[in-house]
T-cell receptor, first 117, second 117 residues
Framework: GAVVSQHPSWVICKSGTSVKIECRSL??????MFWYRQFPKQSLMLMAT?????????EQGVEKDKFLINHASLTLSTLTVTSAHPEDSSFYICSAFRARTIGETQYFGPGTRLLVL | AQSVTQLDSQVPVFEEAPVELRCNYS??????LFWYVQYPNQGLQLLLKYLSGSTLVKGINGFEAEFNKSQTSFHLRKPSVHISDTAEYFCAVSAARTTGTASKLTFGTGTRLQVTL
């Protein structure tokens, strides 16, 4: 159990377009999902915390108007990179926190690699 | 706030040799500790976690880690590595919670384990 999927796994787009990335918890309900960004050979940096039915909480330095997060249901959160530019190229990873469990871990998706030309 | 230090960016080791990947953390509150493994172009897989109780934690793939509160460390060990263990390993920390709510994970910078024949 505790499987998290991401779609798409790869995306290449032109500068100025918007890209939507989906994160789904397949076999459990996730009240909270996290979005991370990882540059090559670097660690994961938390971008935002997404709570079902409420606005996302962004980390300092992350533009909320550029990285739109929607958590419409207990199994789906989306990250939309608006007006993408080459500097937005990165590996985006989501994780999901299983609800109502003390000390539960976050389960990570396989990641989405974004390349903006 | 919490922080994690992984002093070794790379650890080369021969197959069947033992290995230790070091992790130190800093926190003003009680913590949960995690080790994740990341294979190329993939998301993170949980190796093991420490929440409470026994300080020696056993995980998947023959890995174990020991929580040392006085030294604020959570080093990962394996008595005999395989070629397939070659990957990036991340230590992470979160604030311990008493309710079933999610807590942010703070990651170390990662250690690249390179196993050779």
């Amino acid at each position: 159990g505790a499987v998290v999927s991401q779609h798409p796994s790869w995306v290449i787009c032109k500068s100025g377009t918007s890209v939507k990335i989906e994160c789904r918890s397949l076999d459990f309900q996730a009240t909270t999902m996290f979005w991370y960004r990882q540059f090559p050979k670097q660690s994961l940096m938390l971008m935002a915390t997404s709570n079902e039915g409420s606005k996302a909480t962004y980390e300092q330095g992350v533009e909320k108007d550029k990285f739109l997060i929607n958590h419409a249901s207990l199994t789906l959160s989306t990250l939309t990179v608006t007006s993408a530019h080459p500097e937005d190229s990165s590996f985006y990873i989501c994780s999901a926190f299983r609800a109502r469990t003390i000390g539960e871990t976050q389960y990570f998706g396989p990641g989405t690699r974004l390349l903006v030309l | 706030a919490q922080s994690v230090t992984q002093l070794d960016s790379q650890v080369p080791v021969f197959e069947e040799a033992p290995v230790e990947l070091r992790c130190n953390y800093s926190s003003s509150v009680s913590v949960y500790l995690f080790w994740y493994v990341q294979y190329p172009n993939q998301g993170l897989q949980l190796l093991l976690k420490y929440l409470s109780g026994s300080t020696l934690v056993k995980g998947i793939n023959g890995f174990e880690a020991e929580f040392n509160k006085s030294q604020t460390s959570f080093h990962l060990r394996k008595p005999s590595v395989h070629i397939s263990d070659t990957a990036e390993y991340f230590c992470a920390v979160s604030a311990a919670r008493t309710t079933g709510t999610a807590s942010k994970l703070t990651f170390g910078t990662g250690t690249r384990l390179q196993v050779t024949l």
